[in-house]
């Protein structure tokens, strides 16, 4: 069985201020981790992704997620906020029966 | 190229009509999802197959109906159309094995009236 919780349904910062969007999950497998972004009326673009590599993996857009198996965490990181970062961001868990299980989304707000 | 794209993106049908959503994929991916996003955005899997064989078939009801003339292509069939049917419908695809990225359409905005 699989999990995902995203701890926050929105988040608001300021530009140029740091974003951290907040990912648990909970897997009977060794799973593999996604982060994905929704813009307005857009389909869902892959950010990052995790698979047993380094822990600390690095997306597009200068976003950042690091894996932390004792906290069974994969937070989203950000060191400044863009406005176009405003999205809706989905943290995702994929195991060994790949279900791919999708978090509820959250909700960054940047404001100017 | 588009990978994965979708048609109708919009689609506005009055209750207890049937409707179709097309998917194809130009990824030699074999494996294609249908997800229904609510208006809460909350993704939900709907079907999966994996070389035009159903694998996933979550609780949806049997108004609607995949299906997969070949690896590349999964349509969504819905059947007498219910308000509740309103939904952005996200086709997607990836290779099988666990840990692939999965890409997906650009949404299908379906509204019934």
């Given at each position: ?34 982060w994905?972004v ?14 047993s ?10 976003f ?33 029966s790949?279900?791919?299980t ?11 | ?22 998917c ?17 955005k909350?993704l ?27 690896k ?5 069939h819905?059947n ?34």
């Amino acid at each position: 069985a699989q999990s995902v919780t995203q701890l926050d349904s929105h988040v608001s910062v300021s530009e140029g201020t740091p974003v951290l969007l907040r990912c648990n999950y909970s897997s009977s497998y060794s799973p593999s981790l996604f982060w994905y972004v929704q813009h307005p009326n857009k389909g869902l673009q892959l950010l990052l992704k995790y698979t047993s590599a380094a822990t600390l993996v690095k997306g597009i857009n200068g976003f950042e997620a690091e894996f932390k198996k004792s906290e069974t965490s994969f937070h989203l990181t950000k060191p400044s906020a863009h406005m176009s970062d405003a999205a809706e961001y989905f943290c995702v868990v994929a195991g060994g029966s790949y279900i791919p299980t999708f978090g509820r989304g959250t909700s960054l707000i940047v404001h100017p | 190229d588009t990978a994965v794209s979708q048609t109708p993106k919009y689609l506005v049908t009055q209750m207890g009509n049937d409707k179709s959503i097309k998917c194809e994929q130009n990824l030699g991916h074999d494996t294609m999802y249908w997800y229904k996003q609510d208006s809460k955005k909350f993704l939900k899997i709907m079907f999966s197959y994996n070389n035009k064989e159903l694998i996933i078939n979550e609780t949806v009801p049997n108004r609607f109906s995949p299906k997969s003339p070949d690896k590349a292509h999964l349509n969504l069939h819905i059947n007498s159309l219910e308000l509740g049917d309103s939904a952005v419908y996200f086709c997607a695809s990836s290779q099988a094995q666990a840990g692939n990225t999965i890409y997906f359409g650009e949404g299908s905005w379906l509204t019934v009236v």
